[in-house]
């Protein structure tokens, strides 16, 4: 394992370049990307557990459905509904930020035997993956729903993550590959609805919520936790056959994306509290080629994550300087120096 400290920006950008002109590209997010428009999940994860170690079930689905409820509330100030530079277009912006400078590194990619695709793992609920990729009409994000079948609501078709998109001259037939996105939510999403017939479909987030009343009522918790598709981890009660199922899936899609040769993955916001994610990852790691570059938001956070990791020689954690903390802009402007970013992105 290799400790890096964020004193020579230019340094560590050019690192990552050469990591990413010859790898398989891949992220992982956590809740803490979403800040600071989301509070930590972790925080209110910890709480749940808290109420199921006393077995205060009731109390442990209550305090789970609020957070849910909280992220569909931030969600209803999506695209535009929000004031300029208060903490939901702080967060956007990050986001858009992001999403432009890695379609532009995937188009620049001077390696033509790997694909112009990248893979972004999250374990966010939160819709601001999808939203900022609406904002950007060049990007090609592929969010695992089959758009060509069903009539009340895109059926989730996990086959089609890491398709290829290629576009054909019109005189000689020359194809080129088109930079792509996969959106690999492991947890589940606000906006995925679980249907009678054991299928997810897209839809639009839950607009109503429980009052006081209904929330001091246990069943009208339970039912309401029923229809969100989301899956919470390390709290197994409140999973389904169905949401288990899909939940194994996506961690065996992570799984595979890293034994791939070449493997390169970045992680950001995310303390590897989840321990399945964190086992998986560890078990890729004795892949050779595999390469996990891990950017901690403060030193204190390195201490842990050095801990998680020492074993390993193929990880660099990347901690900021004292007086510093690496959160989503300072993430952004590490991945500005590899190449050119358009001055609009800035404004």
């Known amino acids: 394992m290799e400790i890096l400290k964020l004193d020579d920006a230019e340094k560590v950008a050019r690192l990552l370049e050469r990591y990413i002109q010859s790898a398989h590209l891949n992220f992982l997010f956590g809740s803490g990307a979403s800040m600071p428009a989301i509070q930590l999940a972790g925080n ?16 442990a689905n209550k305090k789970a459905l609020t957070f849910i409820e909280e992220l569909e509330y931030q969600h209803g100030f999506l695209p535009a509904g929000y004031t300029e530079g208060d903490d939901t277009d702080i967060t956007l912006k ?52 089959n758009r060509r079948i069903g009539n009340s609501g895109f059926e989730f078709a996990p086959e089609l993550f890491f398709d290829r998109v290629y576009r054909s001259g019109t005189v000689y037939q020359h194809q080129s590959e088109i930079p792509a996105i996969n959106l690999i939510k492991v947890h589940g ?3 995925w609805k679980r249907q009678a017939n054991e299928k997810i479909t897209l839809g639009e987030p839950e607009t109503d919520q429980l009052t006081v009343v209904q929330k001091n009522n ?5 039912d309401a936790l029923a229809k969100r598709a989301v899956i919470l981890p390390n709290m197994r009660k409140f999973e389904s056959t169905l949401l288990d199922r899909v939940y194994f899936d996506l961690l065996r899609l992570y799984s595979n994306a890293m034994e791939m040769e070449n493997a390169l993955l970045f992680v950001f916001g995310f303390s590897f509290a989840d321990e399945h994610i964190l086992d998986i990852t560890r078990r890729a790691l004795r892949n050779p080629t595999a390469q996990v570059v891990v950017f901690s938001y403060s030193q204190k956070g390195a201490v842990d994550l050095e801990a998680k990791f020492s074993a390993y ?15 989503f802009p300072v993430l952004n402007s590490l991945f500005d120096k590899i190449g050119a970013v358009p001055e609009a992105l800035h404004d």
Request: net charge negative; hydrophobic share 40%.
């Open 189 to 191: 999403s606000i906006s």
């Open 313 to 327: 020689r193929n990880v660099i954690i990347i901690k900021p300087t004292d007086s510093q903390y690496i959160d």
């Open 218 to 222: 246990p069943k009208d918790v339970s």
């Open 94 to 145: 990050n986001y858009l930020h992001f999403l432009s400078s890695i379609d532009r590194i995937l188009f620049e990619r001077k390696n033509i035997l790997l694909p112009r695709q990248a893979n972004v793992f999250t374990t966010n609920y939160d819709e601001f993956f999808e939203v900022a990729a609406s904002l950007l009409p060049s990007l090609v994000l592929n969010d695992g729903f």
């Open 44 to 59: 209110v994860e910890q709480e749940v557990d808290q109420h199921l170690v006393a077995s205060e079930y009731e109390e």
